[in-house]
């Protein structure tokens, strides 16, 4: 997801429909702060998403992690959207090394 007051939030719901037409995205953030920006740009419909492990084609999964507490505050600077965007970094690799086969 990035820096949750920065732009990656914006492109995922802007993304998600079209990537979940050939695949199941996986978005790590939080959830939040996408719901926020949500009702902002797109008041006349909302994504949903599911628990990781839940999804099925045509649908995108979302591993909320919970770190960023009250509203963003979009285009602004905080330690906490720092540790945040950190944080997503982190659980995205574990999800991606800790699933993959030996070659």
Do not use: W
């Not at 037409?21 to 419909?45: E, H």
């Not at 979302?62 to 944080?87: E, N």
Request: net charge negative; charged share 20%.
């Amino acid at each position: 997801m990035g820096d949750p007051a920065g732009i990656g939030g914006e492109i995922i719901l802007r993304a998600v429909p079209a990537l979940c037409r050939n695949s199941i995205p996986v978005i790590v953030g939080d959830y939040r702060v996408v719901d926020q920006l949500a009702s902002r740009l797109f008041q006349d419909r909302r994504l949903s998403f599911k628990a990781p492990g839940e999804a099925r084609a045509g649908e995108a999964e979302f591993m909320d992690l919970g770190i960023v507490t009250g509203d963003v505050q979009f285009g602004s600077l905080d330690p906490m959207y720092g540790h945040a965007a950190h944080s997503y970094i982190i659980e995205a690799l574990k999800l991606v090394f800790l699933t993959m086969s030996p070659p």
